[in-house]
């Protein structure tokens, strides 16, 4: 075998804590995410939303996630915490509000939820240059 087909470098490693964290705020705002649709049939229940009613809810989600992705500016890190304590405002005003805003809650979930997703992404990317897909896709 040719010397020259083989690599002689290794990957470069990185700090555990940094690559934790990234996977931890996926981990969140892909549960929140993934909860919402499967959720939504219980909220609608609980406060007896008809499907137009839920869908509206799913636009504003949706929509808000569009404009958060749309809103990340550097520091990115400051854009990734503004996003999560939407999330949380949101789902605890969720909690608190008995069903009223619930289109004001579910847009401002959506938005923290674009935020913070692109926010992370954007900052593993800029993170790890040299290995932005591998890390990407991790």
């Known amino acids: 075998m040719d010397p020259s087909l083989t ?9 555990l804590g940094p690559i ?5 705020i996926e981990l969140i705002t892909g549960i ?5 649709g499967s959720g939504l049939p219980a909220l609608a229940a609980l406060w007896q ?16 996630s569009a404009v958060g992705a749309l ?3 550097p520091p990115f890190h400051r854009n ?5 304590a939407m999330i949380a405002v949101s789902m605890a005003g969720l909690a608190l509000s008995g069903g009223h805003i619930l289109f004001l809650l579910f847009l401002l979930f959506g ?14 990317g800029d993170r790890y240059p040299e290995r932005r897909a591998a890390m990407l896709t991790l």
């Open 32 to 36: 929140g995410l993934t909860l919402l």
């Open 111 to 124: 938005t923290g939820l674009g935020l913070a997703m692109t926010a992370n992404s954007v900052l593993t």
């Open 71 to 73: 809103l990340v500016r």
């Open 80 to 84: 990734l915490a503004a996003g999560m």
């Open 49 to 64: 939303l008809n499907d137009a009613s839920s869908g509206r809810l799913l636009l504003a989600v949706f929509a808000g």
């Open 7 to 15: 690599s002689t470098t290794s990957a470069p490693r990185y700090a």
């Open 20 to 24: 934790l964290g990234i996977q931890a």
